[in-house]
């Protein structure tokens, strides 16, 4: 699996704090490994995947797109320009 997304018809709960979250989001394999080494869920709220960053020292750039996505999530690249 290349990335860790909610179902927006289930609202899925996150494993760390319980909380259901309505958005779809995702990160990068070597992101999820990185940042999750040593927890048991599969499923994380942004909220606590950005916490357990952060006390990793690990800084995470946010990016909102169009779903379903037409392309890959590519955050350094410029769609301003028509």
């Known amino acids: 699996m290349d990335c860790r997304y ?9 494993r760390k704090c319980n909380k259901t979250f309505p958005i779809i989001w995702e990160a990068p394999n070597y992101l999820w ?13 942004p909220s606590c995947f950005d916490e357990m960053a952060a006390k990793q020292g ?5 990016v909102c797109q169009e779903f379903p996505p037409n392309k890959p999530l590519n955050p350094t690249s410029d769609t301003s320009a028509g």
């Open 6 to 14: 909610d179902d927006l018809s289930s609202n899925e709960r996150c």
């Open 33 to 45: 490994e990185k940042i999750t080494e040593n927890f048991e869920g599969n499923i994380l709220c």
């Open 58 to 62: 690990i800084s995470l750039l946010w």
